[in-house]
């Protein structure tokens, strides 16, 4: 069974930034896309950042222009590098995967940018 882990999240001053990592446990067959998603308290999870095998990207309004999100295919390796944080960025940061037969999550990082 696949697992993602996650790392990198924690607490951070509006305007700092973190870097959030996901790695599978095991390689994954016909990967399509990974990304990340993100979910506040009392809202729907939303879409971040994802980036495809050929290296398309698309962003969320929110984040465009102070998130980058890049991948390393060889290690089955999504990243997300988060600048200008800004208190509404707070949320549970969720790891995605999408293969051709199944999707995979991880188990979400907390992320906490104070005012």
């Known amino acids: 069974q696949v697992r993602l882990v996650e790392s990198g999240g924690g607490l951070v001053q509006a305007g700092g930034s973190l870097r959030l990592s996901c790695a599978a446990s095991?390689?994954?067959?016909?990967?399509?896309?990974m990304g990340w998603y993100r979910q506040a308290p009392g809202k729907q999870r939303e879409l971040v950042a994802a980036?495809?095998?050929?290296?398309?990207?698309n962003y969320a309004d929110s984040v465009k222009g102070r998130f980058t999100i890049s991948r390393d295919n060889a290690k089955n390796t999504v990243f997300l590098q988060m600048n200008s944080l800004k208190p509404e960025d707070t949320a549970v940061y969720y790891c995605?995967?999408?293969?051709?037969?199944?999707?995979?999550w991880g188990q979400g990082t907390q992320v906490t940018v104070s005012s």
């Open positions: 995605n995967i999408k293969a051709t037969l199944e999707a995979y």
């Open positions: 095991r390689s994954i067959f016909s990967i399509n896309a």
């Open positions: 980036i495809t095998t050929g290296g398309s990207t």
